[in-house]
C-alpha cells in the first residue's frame, strides 16, 4: 500500500509573518520549530532550509524561538511585531521618543495615582 502524500502550504490567508528568518544566516537546524510553544512553525521538508511558518496567527509573540536560535546574534530571526504592539511614547520636554526594548528606557513613572 503506497502512503499517502501531504503538503503543507504556509497560510496564505493570512500574511502577516510574525517572524522574519534570514535565510541567508539560517542553517535550518530546527531548534525554534522545537521550542515553538504555538506549533507555529514546521520543518522544511528541504534539509539546511529555514523553517516554513505554517501558522502566524497562533505566534504569542514570545520570543522563545528567538532566544533558542544559536545565530539570532548574527540575524538569522527576528520578530516582527504586530501594528498595535509597536507602543512608543514621547518625552515632552525633551521630544524624546521610546519604545520597547531599547537600551535606555525612561524611568518608571512614579507619579501618585490619581
Ligand atoms: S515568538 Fe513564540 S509563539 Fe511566536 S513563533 Fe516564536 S516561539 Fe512560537
Ligand atoms: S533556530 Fe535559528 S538557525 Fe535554527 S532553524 Fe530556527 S531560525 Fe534557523
Redesign the pocket.
Known sequence: MTQPKVYAQPNLITPNRPVI?DPE?????????EICPSDV?IPNPQKGK??IILYPEECWYCGC?LM?????DKG??KLNWPLMQRMRWKRKETGEHFRFGMPNPPPPNKRPMV
Open positions: 528568518i544566516v539560517c542553517t535550518g537546524c530546527n531548534l525554534c520549530v512553525y529555514p523553517p524561538c533558542e536560535c544559536p545565530l539570532h538569522a530571526n
